[in-house]
């Protein structure tokens, strides 16, 4: 669904932070990505959920390649990328509820056709009481699981999370976890990003490894958490 | 204006920095209003004034038999009366006379029987109504003392003076309204400073370049008018009551100088100048920050 093809990044005139990617996400596939602080993880997340053009290399996005698309035709493919950023990045002037449904307003939704939506899946990620909160009044688990509501609503094809679990205690990392394993079992494809080497063994889906710029993967092991299984 | 209204309001309702864009806005269009305005009603003083004066002849019958002179001062009189574009001829009384020469003579009593030169005042109708040179040659036909006077030498020179100040004027308004543009659009920068990660944001969540900068239109259409509204108020106001003490105090300086109220419904215009010139800068700065973006 998802190619790169020795894709190489850099920023400006810097050397490349990223060195001949190669690699391919099948519809529906798990994958965490690891390596160490300043190895290119949010680089490479960038590259896929279509912030930066890449410097060198083939990227192709649902059968398209990326270097024929025009500037126009990108916010189409963007819509079917959910991002959960690293930072949360919500908005905080909206509620909980406004900041989920953002991104059907995006595409023109009308309050009345997605709030039964929007409020099932603030549901779903247990924040039901908390919908007409603003971020400011959140905790770090209450805001990642706004971030990651806000990522879902528009059932995405690929779904990018960066350290989502960064920010949280380890209780509330699982939980956040098992909310991945849940959205890829209805076929999301997802890559999770993560230092994190405990989670990764739990769920024990393959890994793409980043160190200095080049990736390697590696199969995924046995998961430690039956019910976690990917 | 909520996310859900017409347009997608994603941008929060208050905004430090931005908060103070329209009373930027407002301050430099009061005195952008206020200067226009009184270099507009300056400009047209001044203008008034030399068209004024290159309207007004006079004319000296230099005789020195009181009976002659009298004589032809009379024939002047009738030939000035009889062209046309001449306005007005009038003979200066003695008073006046002595008036406009003290300056030269010193305090002259009046009854000295000092021979008095006779001066007659022409008003024209227009600056340059009449031939000037032609009716001089026609005067001295008529009456062999009579030689006109059109004020040139000294003239040309206020004229030029006063055509000297217009310009001033002229570049001074030009660099206020330059300057004015100018914060309004340093302003608006410094407040979608501030908006740059919202902007990213949304982009990323995959919302179209239009879709983004509709917000900003909105929202800045309004910083703007609201701001040139406060400020051509403001302006008005100041000029209203400077006008009304003007009306109290009678002729004047002051008066001569300001605009008729009448004259300043234009200033109704500038709110709505501002408004776009505003809303432009900001949809140009958004669109120019989302090309950076891929
Ligand atoms: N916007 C940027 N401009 C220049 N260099 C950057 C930028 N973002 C990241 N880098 C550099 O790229 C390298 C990889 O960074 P990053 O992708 O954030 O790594 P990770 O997410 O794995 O910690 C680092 O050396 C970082 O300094
Ligand atoms: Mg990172």
New interface residues.
Partial sequence: MITFENVGMRYGMGTEVLRDISFSLDRGSFHFLTGPSGAGKTTLLKLL?????PSRGLVNFFGRDLATLE?GA??????R?G?VFQDF?L????TAF?NV???L???GA??AQVADHVEELLSWVGLEDRMHARPATLSGGEKQRVAIARAVINKPDLLVADEPTGNVDPDMSRRLMHLFVELNKIGTTTVVATHDEDLVRMIGAPIMRLDKGELNMIAGGTPLDPEAAA | MSMWGRTLQFLPKQNQREGLLPWVIGVMLFLCALSLTSALALGRGLERWSAGLTSNLSVQIVVDDPMVRKAQTEDALRLLRATPGVAEASVMADADVIALLSPWLGEIPTDTGLPLPTLIEVKLTAPDAVNIKGLGERLMATASGARLDDHQAWMTQILNLAAVVRLLLAGIVVMVVLCTVAIVIFGCRAGLATHRESIEIMHLMGAEDRTISQAFDERYLAHGLKGGLFGVLMAGLTLYILIRLADDMGQGLIQASLPAASSLAWLALLPVLSGVVTMLTARITVRRALLDLM
């Fill in positions: 959920y279509l912030a930066h053009r500037r990108l916010p189409r493919l963007r819509r990328i991002v990045r908005f905080d002037h909206l406004e449904a953002l991104p307003r995006i595409q009308k309050k």
